[in-house]
């Protein structure tokens, strides 16, 4: 049963919402901010973020998305790199890395600034598509942006590390362009996740070529990750 009156009193006592959240909502893994009090936020990794709207897209990477394989000779495309979750810490292992992002490609800039790596990643402001302008929209944003293939972004300087989240964009993605990328972080969206029906001949090939761990997201229905690893670069025991 609540007892609203402990829950008043505990409100009453708090010094704001925030510490009356924290206080009586105790999740140890879990901590509410003014985001005015941070000049920015440091990961494990030691990534550094300003403090924004989008800050916890890039806080979940780590739990959703496997880097640990990236190469310091590696050319990575990183295609949904909204503010840098992934961008940032793959530049700083990576040789470079393209990060394609048409919605916030402004405070992805300031967050490459910020981590001084600004010779180590190239800003695309653009989406996955088929080459023509589509309209987006995504959290409290809307705009009607450029897109590209591929084939055209892997064009601009190669791709070993691809890393793909981009809300149903994968389903326009032609297998063959995938031909020669060692390693792919794939977020598969389906349903109402999805800006495009599904493509299963993209997932018939990637298995086929492939080797993939698989991981759910949320039910199981709307999506999953896909960990995928090059069967020609594969070692014999992991095959």
Known sequence: M?????IMRDFIRAKSFQDFINMRYKDESMLIVDRHDLGAVVTKSGAMF????MINNALHISKEIDM???RPTDIVIDIGACIGGFTIPAAMVARHVYAVEPLYADELQKNIVLNNLGDRITVIDAGLGC???ITVTYGDRKKTIKTMTLHDLREIGGCDFLKCDCEGAEWTICPKDLNGIRRIELEI?????S???ENPNLLAWIEDNYKVRKGEKGSGDDGAYWHCFAQSLIAPHLK
């Open 2 to 6: 609540i007892d609203i009156k402990t």
């Open 50 to 53: 300003h403090p924004s709207s």
């Open 68 to 70: 640990s394989d990236i």
């Open 131 to 133: 080459g023509d302008p």
């Open 189 to 193: 969206h389906r349903g109402r996740q």
């Open 195 to 197: 800006i495009l029906p």
